[in-house]
């Protein structure tokens, strides 16, 4: 990023350049506003001149503070990730409207066959107290009708968590919409400001070099940060699956250790059991959605398919002991895989795009520092020209902008629901499962490529710098121009002295000759 560093390293003649300058809000095309300071043609109407004054240099600086407010709330990848997400949500919302009504019907067929008399909107639990008082095993065609119940409830649970984790997106989206048209009118605004400065051009060579630098190294970030973002909400997730693996388990665990008859506990006992399973699973696929594109190592969907198939069961794998050890390895295997995502996450998240987030970050700090005090210079040339007064400006102040990211909101996460016990009191929770041991480091995962965390930043890095090196070559074609054009001068200068000189030693001859 040599280009720029100063004003003795630049030949590129001022027709050259662009006359308009260019907004990060073109960078942050996801919002649609009526007047976008990127879309200014040729045709466009000359820029309104701003009146000059001692204090226009404090009107720029209060453009940079406000604007750089929201960047470090990350108003554009927030606005970005959660209408990703609130599409997958909507999809999530249809699909299981959908297998409700399926699975109603469903329902209905079974329960003729296993008895006509039952009631429609029979639960889980009443059939199952109903049924196992009198200690008889279930039949084939009753096990199928508790599997049946058991899912209808399931499918009603995710899709009371779904549908409210939509509303609160939906809420979010607006919120971030606003906030980003308010942050492409702060670019705009910034744009007719300096344009009005300096009549639409670039104030120095050097500032459209820095603006330049900085509009990629800004693209590249919101990419990195994008994935940082997507990563991290996804580690959250799997965290949160994981702990809720492990009560699960525990109580699957338990389960063996009720009393044959108290059928309400063992029934408590299982519900306690699913709801955490379920839960567990629904933050497995909301960490999947974060990542659509990635091939989790472990708990892919495969393995939540296969965890999903189990919770359907539970209440009929309750009834024997060894469908009950069948299950528990299914769920302990989950258990054990979840932990080792997390480590996996942690891994990818330390070790490779915290690492690149900081590096970039520190860039665009830096050269948008310098792009600040470029304009800065600027300003307070144009100011003295005008008004004939220089304006104190002291360089430290530049501190005050904070450059210090903002903290990410907090991850909507799915919880397990509670179970009421006798008398209307919820059952008591159980501790943890032991934590799995983790996976040695060298039998951990490999990290995924560069691009399947950042999507192809790789090409954006090779396009900057081809643009780099296009403008190095601009640079010298220009300085060559330059020097021909001395040349050529040079040698019109030498034929005429030349041709004066020859005209001379005419005349002479001839006033000799006479």
């Known amino acids: 990023m040599g280009c720029g560093s100063s004003h003795s390293d630049i030949h590129m003649d001022l027709e050259d350049m662009p006359r308009h300058r260019r907004s990060n809000s073109d960078l942050d095309n996801e919002f649609e506003i009526s007047a976008s300071p990127w879309t200014m043609d040729s045709d466009s109407p000359p820029p309104k001149q701003v009146e000059i004054t001692p204090e226009t240099l404090e009107k720029y600086f209060e453009l940079e503070k406000e604007i750089q407010s929201y960047e470090k709330r990350h108003v554009m990848e927030n606005y970005q990730v959660k209408t990703e997400q609130l599409e997958k949500l909507e999809q999530k919302v249809t699909q ?3 297998c409700e009504n399926h699975l109603e019907e469903h329902a209905m067929v079974l329960q003729a066959v296993v008895d006509a008399d039952s009631d429609n909107d029979q639960s889980v639990k009443q059939f199952l107290m109903e049924k196992t008082e009198s200690d008889q095993e279930l039949t084939a065609e009753q096990e199928a009708f508790v599997d049946t119940l058991n899912r209808q409830e399931i499918n009603k649970t995710e899709l009371i968590t779904t549908t409210k984790q939509r509303d609160v997106l939906r809420k979010d989206v607006e919120t971030l919409a606003a906030e980003g048209d308010k942050l492409n009118n702060l670019y705009e605004e910034r744009d007719k400001f300096l344009d009005g400065i300096f009549g639409g051009e670039y104030g120095s060579e050097l500032e459209y070099t820095l603006e330049k630098e900085l509009d990629m190294l800004k693209e590249q970030k919101q990419q990195v940060d994008q994935a940082y973002f997507k990563w991290k909400r996804s580690n959250v997730m799997a965290k949160q699956a994981t702990s809720q693996l492990g009560m699960g388990v525990q109580k699957w665990k338990d389960l063996p250790e009720v009393a044959v008859s108290d059928l309400e ?17 629904q933050n497995l ?16 969907k495969e393995e939540v398919e296969t965890l999903n198939q189990a919770i359907t069961y ?5 009834q024997t002991q060894e469908r009950h050890e069948h299950a528990m390895a299914c769920y302990y295997a989950t258990y054990r895989r979840a932990a080792a995502l997390c480590q996996w996450f942690d891994q990818v998240l330390n070790k490779t795009i915290s690492r690149d987030l900081s590096q970039l970050t520190d860039l665009c700090n830096t050269k948008e520092a310098l792009l600040r005090r470029e304009r800065i210079r600027l300003i307070r ?7 004939g007064k220089d304006v104190e400006y002291n360089i430290d ?17 799915f919880q397990a629901a509670k179970v009421s016990g006798k008398n209307g009191n919820l059952a008591p929770t159980p501790e943890m499962a032991p934590v799995p041991t983790p996976v040695p480091l060298c039998d951990l995962a490999p990290p995924p490529s560069n691009e399947q965390i950042f999507g192809k930043i790789d090409e954006l890095r090779k396009r900057h710098q081809e643009e780099v090196e296009d403008f190095k070559k601009g640079q ?3 300085y060559a121009r330059m020097e021909m054009g001395l040349k050529e001068k040079l040698n019109e200068r030498r034929n005429r002295r030349n041709l004066r000189e020859t005209q001379t030693r005419m005349l002479e001859a001839l006033q000799t000759s006479q």
């Open 96 to 98: 299981l409207e959908e």
């Open 265 to 281: 506990q063992r029934y408590i006992c299982a519900a306690e059991a699913r709801n955490n399973f379920l839960a567990a699973s």
């Open 285 to 300: 696929e909301g960490a999947q959605r974060y990542l659509p594109n990635l091939e989790f190592p472990y708990c892919n």
């Open 314 to 318: 539970i209440f009929t794998d309750m």
């Open 381 to 387: 040339i144009k100011v003295r020209e005008i008004t």
């Open 397 to 413: 102040a530049e501190s005050e902008i904070d450059d210090t990211p903002m903290n990410e909101d907090r991850v909507q996460l």
């Open 476 to 478: 010298a074609m220009n």
